[in-house]
């Protein structure tokens, strides 16, 4: 059973902007923590961005400023704006519910400078 599925990803150049878009199962969306993680090649997986049910944001310090994490409770949907984007943004974005430990498939993002 996927529990998440994500879609949105692909090339853009540098300055750019890109919505990732990521549906869960109604009782994951219902209860969980939503983030949106990403891995580059060679690097570890590291956060970009999260939010709570009740709304509450967390932003990598990358990410400030130029990222913004929502979530659509009537769709089941956490979307991940990203504006700006650089060259070091590149990398395979990975959809997360934090407490029931789901992951998405991923999405690559490649940022052409």
């Known amino acids: 059973q996927v529990h998440l599925v994500e879609s949105g990803g692909g090339l853009v150049q540098a300055g750019g902007s890109l919505s990732l878009s990521c549906t869960a199962s109604?009782?994951?969306?219902?209860?969980?923590?939503m983030a949106w993680y990403r891995q580059a090649p060679g690097k570890q997986r590291e956060l970009v961005a999260a939010?709570?049910?009740?709304?509450?944001?967390n932003y990598a310090e990358s990410a400030k400023g130029r990222f913004t994490i929502s979530r659509d409770s009537a769709k089941n949907t956490v979307t991940l704006q990203m504006n700006s984007l650089k060259s070091e943004d590149t990398a395979v974005y990975y959809c997360?519910?934090?407490?029931?430990?789901?992951w998405g498939q991923g999405t690559q993002v490649t940022v052409s400078s």
């Open positions: 109604r009782i994951i969306f219902s209860f969980d923590t």
């Open positions: 997360n519910a934090a407490m029931s430990k789901r």
């Open positions: 939010i709570t049910v009740g709304g509450s944001t």
